[in-house]
T-cell receptor, first 116, second 114 residues
Framework: AQKVTQAQTEISVVEKEDVTLDCVYE???????LFWYKQPPSGELVFLIR??????QNEISGRYSWNFQKSTSSFNFTITASQVVDSAVYFC?????????????FGGGTRVLVKP | DVKVTQSSRYLVKRTGEKVFLECVQD?????MFWYRQDPGLGLRLIYF???????EKGDIPEGYSVSREKKERFSLILESASTNQTSMYLC?????????????FGDGTRLSIL
């Protein structure tokens, strides 16, 4: 069975601080995909990034960066120079190649609160 | 942009009622999903569908059923609502069968069962 663990339930930072969200996953599949979603207070989950299991290159997109390490089964997410608009719940999720209907397994989410 | 529309943002029903939650997507996606979201538990999959009239149980299907008569519409049914079904319900859709496509979500329905 697949499992995604986000050990941090809530993180509070002051604006302009960096914040790193941890994600650890378990799967027996050799080909799989990892995702990060953002859920702002409005409620809709917004897709941020997808990573393939065979591509361990780190990625940076503006103030966001992702560190994928297969050796530790982790896919961590860093927000650099946080802003109030980054306040949201962030979810890490896992899918397997060929998963029926593209099923996702979600972690419990990490609530990020950025104070001005 | 993909648009997933859920019929209600907030809904209040009584114990024992039959409740319908509707979801429509406009991108011709094959796959549609219903989740419930509860504090500390993340998103849990109730049912999903990968084609018209096809449905598969997710992790917590008890007390729920679904209907997919048309490709764009996926309905979640609470046969006899109970207070432990008070939750946020999220609908999503995706395309493809390779497992690599992101799901696109609606705004959610916050359902209260009194």
């Amino acid at each position: 069975a697949q499992k995604v663990t986000q050990a941090q339930t809530e993180i509070s930072v002051v604006e302009k601080e960096d914040v790193t969200l941890d994600c650890v996953y378990e799967t027996r599949d050799t080909t799989y995909y990892l995702f990060w979603y953002k859920q702002p207070p409005s409620g809709e989950l917004v897709f941020l990034i997808r990573r393939n299991s065979f591509d361990e290159q780190n990625e940076i997109s503006g103030r966001y960066s992702w560190n994928f390490q297969k050796s530790t089964s982790s896919f961590n997410f860093t927000i650099t120079a946080s802003q109030v608009v980054d306040s949201a719940v962030y979810f890490c999720a896992l899918s397997s190649f060929g998963a029926a209907g593209n099923k996702l397994t979600f972690g419990g989410g990490t609530r990020v609160l950025v104070k001005p | 942009d993909v648009k997933v529309t859920q019929s209600s943002r907030y809904l209040v029903k009584r114990t024992g009622e039959k409740v319908f939650l509707e979801c429509v997507q406009d991108m011709d996606h094959e796959n549609m999903f219903w989740y419930r979201q509860d504090p500390g538990l993340g998103l849990r999959l109730i049912y999903f569908s990968y084609d018209v009239k096809m449905k598969e149980k997710g992790d917590i299907p008890e007390g729920y059923s679904v209907s997919r008569e048309k490709k764009e519409r996926f309905s979640l049914i609470l046969e006899s609502a109970s207070t432990n079904q008070t939750s946020m319900y999220l609908c999503a859709s995706s395309t493809g069968t390779g497992g690599n496509q992101p799901q696109h979500f609606g705004d959610g329905t916050r359902l209260s069962i009194l």
